[in-house]
T-cell receptor, first 114, second 107 residues
Framework: DTGVSQDPRHKITKRGQNVTFRCDPISEHNRLYWYRQTLGQGPEFLTYFQNEAQLEKSRLLSDRFSAERPKGSFSTLEIQRTEQGDSAMYLC????????????FGEGSRLTVL | AQRVTQPEKLLSVFKGAPVELKCNYSYSGSPELFWYVQYSRQRLQLLLRHISRESIKGFTADLNKGETSFHLKKPFAQEEDSAMYYCALTSYGKLTFGQGTILTVHP
């Protein structure tokens, strides 16, 4: 197990297109998180899952964003009708049972919207 | 609402000098505070947590509830400490991060 993996690592798209990111967490971890990071800012919480249940979604997340974790393993984050303001690094993280505050992060998926 | 503030975006010190990265928080309950670090070309990772009260790579951090602070300290900085440091707190099963401080340790 090489840790949390994200795909693609980089995505360049035109405004208005849809994009999807995938995250594969550490296999025994039941919690999965999505964060967004823009230049000069810390990671900003988007949403998280415990197994397949989406437990919280940030109020900052517009309706164009949707995340799924259908079988409680990998997760996808889809952004519809992308805007230039969506350009950011999208980070996925996972943690094991009994949240201790230690998140294991992936390398991130960088989105550039032209 | 919970909030984490790191007032310094950049911090530069020379090797062997003491270093302190500041973190202040606002949280209505009893907080759990953490420091995360991201070295160049590496993933964001946990450095230390306040409940452990341990020293990691020579770094320590004390939770001061009166001043709502959780500053990260190291008495003698090393070049390999150069990295981005994030302070974070937990609430309702998730982490809230500060904006981060870039630490540069010069030889």
């Amino acid at each position: 197990d090489t840790g949390v993996s994200q795909d693609p690592r980089h995505k360049i798209t035109k405004r208005g297109q849809n994009v999807t990111f995938r995250c594969d967490p550490i296999s025994e971890h039941n919690r999965l998180y999505w964060y967004r990071q823009t230049l000069g800012q810390g990671p900003e919480f988007l949403t998280y899952f415990q197994n397949e249940a989406q437990l919280e979604k940030s109020r900052l997340l517009s309706d164009r964003f949707s995340a799924e974790r259908p079988k409680g393993s990998f997760s996808t984050l889809e952004i519809q009708r992308t805007e230039q303001g969506d350009s950011a690094m999208y980070l996925c993280a996972s943690s094991g049972r009994g949240f201790t505050g230690e998140l294991f992060f992936g390398e991130g998926s960088r989105l550039t919207v032209l | 609402a919970q909030r984490v503030t790191q007032p310094e975006k950049l911090l530069s010190v020379f090797k062997g000098a003491p270093v302190e990265l500041k973190c202040n928080y606002s949280y209505s309950g009893s907080p759990e505070l953490f420091w995360y670090v991201q070295y160049s070309r590496q993933r964001l990772q946990l450095l230390l947590r306040h409940i452990s009260r341990e020293s990691i790579k020579g770094f320590t951090a004390d939770l001061n509830k009166g001043e709502t602070s959780f500053h990260l300290k190291k008495p003698f900085a090393q070049e390999e400490d150069s990295a981005m440091y994030y302070c974070a707190l937990t609430s309702y099963g998730k982490l809230t991060f500060g904006q981060g401080t870039i630490l540069t340790v010069h030889p």
